[in-house]
Structure formats: structure tokens, C-alpha cells
């Protein structure tokens, strides 16, 4: 498919229109909330179905298959937050605390990104392997660990390790990802199948509220581009597209499809806004939470849900 016509798929997505909706309610001042009871709860659904969605392909995957792949996003869990930490010091001349903050959350992973990628590499005719929600989950915790270690490494601290590491290991997204790829995991096909029409076919309406709810919040969260500076604004666009070709590259040399390494590659170009900011705040409390979730929320989420996928894709297809 010309890249045009994934850009325009993408761009004209009932997912992407609601997070544009969103954005567009906040903008207009308008009364529309998502209640948060609501927004915790398809939080909790999504991740779950996912978790179950990946046990499933698991089941049905030999090892093999999965341990280069797994391999691969291991190692740009950790290489990632090391690129991110030197580029925002050497260049941004960000303070160490806040560099190391910021390279948890862009060597972590959106889950809500990865959505959006498999959504758009299905519709482009290159659907990725089914065991990708595994990767999720590999990709989430090395990166948060590294950017602690950097802030840990020199110095004292404000903020516990130990607590750190705790709520990264028990935050709902790793509960709810890795409990629900074990389900599925030993469930199977099989065993799933009577729930697969909750998990599987409300997967994508439940997908376009939380992204209706997502537009709202990245919108409110711009209001903050002043503090961050141009230089964050810059970091928050070019980052992520050093990171996704570097993904899209191993995804390539691992043996996925062109849909597997275009999501790889969106999956490392993503930035944490669940499970890093949690561990962050524990860990780094004097970490400025306008850096951070300004970066990840109001640039590169929005960013890479209407320009990087394509561009990820058409990296893929360009390497395939």
C-alpha cells in the first residue's frame, strides 16, 4: 500500500478521529468528561485483552519463534533510555534527574500506541505476529530500571528503589498483561473462545472512548509547552523516530514480518504514560512531572499516532 494511502487510513481511523475529538472538546471548552471509573475501567479492559490476545498466539507459537524477537526487544529496552539519557544531556543539557526520568519513559512503551500500530499494519495487509503483546510486555519494566540506575547511580536520592521497582513489578499494566497471557496462554484458543466476544469484537469501540478520553488529556497536558521549551518539543518528535527505525531495524534482523517490525518499531518509538510515571514518581519524586508527561502525553503520543505509524510502516515495507 502507497504511503499516502496508509497515512490517510491512519489519519482517518475512527481511532484517531476520537482522540481528535477529544482534543477538539478541549479546545472549544466544552463540558464533555469521561468519568474516571470509566477511563479505569478500559484501562484495565484493554490491557487485559491484550494480555489474552498474546497468551493465545503464545499457545500456538513454538519457542523458537518467540526467543529472537523477545531477544531483540529486550536488548532496546535497555539501549534506548541510554540514547534518550545522552542526547537530553549532552544536547538538551537537561539536569541528570530529569534526564534519566525522561529516558524511563521513551525507553518504555505506550500500550495504547501499539494498539493503534497492529490497527494500521492489519489495514496496510501486513498484519504482525500474534505473540507481539508478549513484546509489550518485555519492553515495559528494562527501560524504567535503567533511567532509576543513572539517577541512583550518583548521589542521594529522595525517592526508594526498592519502592520503585515494586511498583513497576505490581502496577496493573504488568499484572494485567503478563496474568492475562498466562490465562491465555494456558486456556488456548480453545478455552478462550466463550469470552472472545467481550475481548475480541467490543476490542475496538472500547478503544475509540479511551481515545476520545486520551485527545482530552494530551490536549490539557500542551497547555504545558511553555515550561517544557523548545528543545523537549523537538526531542519529543525526533526521538521517537530514531528510536522506531532503530526498532523497525531489529524487528527486521529478528525474523518479523514487515506488520511485525513496523510495530516493533512504533512500540519503541512509543513513550510511557502509565507504568513509568508511577515508577518515576516513587522513585524520583523531584523528577518535574511537566518534562515528562508533557513530553510523552502531549508530543509524542499524538505524534506518533497520526505520522509515526505510517512512517514506521513504510520503513518496514521499505526494508522487507
Not at 512509543?270 to 516513587?282: G, K, Q
Amino acid at each position: 500500500m502507497p504511503m499516502i494511502e496508509i497515512l490517510l487510513a491512519s489519519l482517518l481511523s475512527p481511532v484517531v478521529l476520537a482522540f481528535v475529538l477529544g482534543a477538539l472538546a478541549v479546545a472549544i471548552k466544552s463540558d464533555l468528561e469521561i468519568p474516571e471509573p470509566l477511563y479505569q475501567a478500559l484501562s484495565i479492559y484493554l490491557l487485559l485483552a491484550i494480555g489474552l490476545k498474546g497468551g493465545v498466539a503464545l499457545s500456538k507459537t513454538p519457542l523458537v519463534e518467540v526467543a529472537g524477537p523477545v531477544l531483540g526487544t529486550f536488548a532496546l529496552g535497555v539501549l534506548t533510555p541510554l540514547i534518550a539519557y545522552n542526547v537530553l544531556r549532552r544536547l538538551g543539557r537537561i539536569d541528570r534527574t530529569n534526564a534519566a526520568a525522561l529516558a524511563a519513559h521513551y525507553g518504555s512503551v505506550s500500550a495504547v500506541t501499539f494498539i493503534a500500530a497492529q490497527s494500521v499494519a492489519a489495514y496496510a495487509g501486513t498484519p504482525s505476529e500474534g505473540f507481539m503483546p508478549a513484546l509489550v510486555a518485555v519492553l515495559e519494566v528494562p527501560a524504567i530500571i535503567v533511567g532509576l540506575m543513572i539517577a541512583y547511580a550518583r548521589g542521594e536520592r529522595a525517592g526508594s528503589w526498592k519502592e520503585a521497582l515494586r511498583e513497576v513489578a505490581t502496577g496493573r499494566s504488568i499484572v494485567l498483561l503478563v496474568g492475562g497471557m498466562a490465562i491465555g496462554w494456558i486456556a488456548g484458543e480453545q478455552g478462550t473462545a466463550k469470552v472472545a466476544p467481550f475481548f475480541v469484537s467490543g476490542f475496538q469501540g472500547a478503544l475509540v472512548l479511551f481515545l476520545l478520553d486520551m485527545g482530552m488529556t494530551a490536549a490539557r497536558r500542551l497547555r504545558d509547552l511553555r515550561a517544557v521549551g523548545p528543545f523537549l518539543v523537538a526531542f519529543g518528535i525526533l526521538m521517537p523516530i530514531v528510536h522506531g527505525a532503530l526498532g523497525v531495524f531489529v524487528g527486521h534482523e529478528v525474523g518479523l514480518s514487515v506488520g511485525g517490525a513496523a510495530v516493533l518499531g512504533a512500540m519503541v518509538s512509543s513513550a510511557s504514560y502509565i507504568a513509568a510515571p508511577a515508577a518515576i514518581r516513587v522513585g524520583l519524586p523531584e523528577a518535574n512531572p511537566a518534562y515528562y508527561l508533557t513530553a510523552s502525553l502531549g508530543i509524542t503520543f499524538p505524534f506518533n499516532l497520526t505520522l509515526g505509524i505510517p512512517i514506521y510502516l513504510a520503513m518496514a515495507q521499505w526494508l522487507g
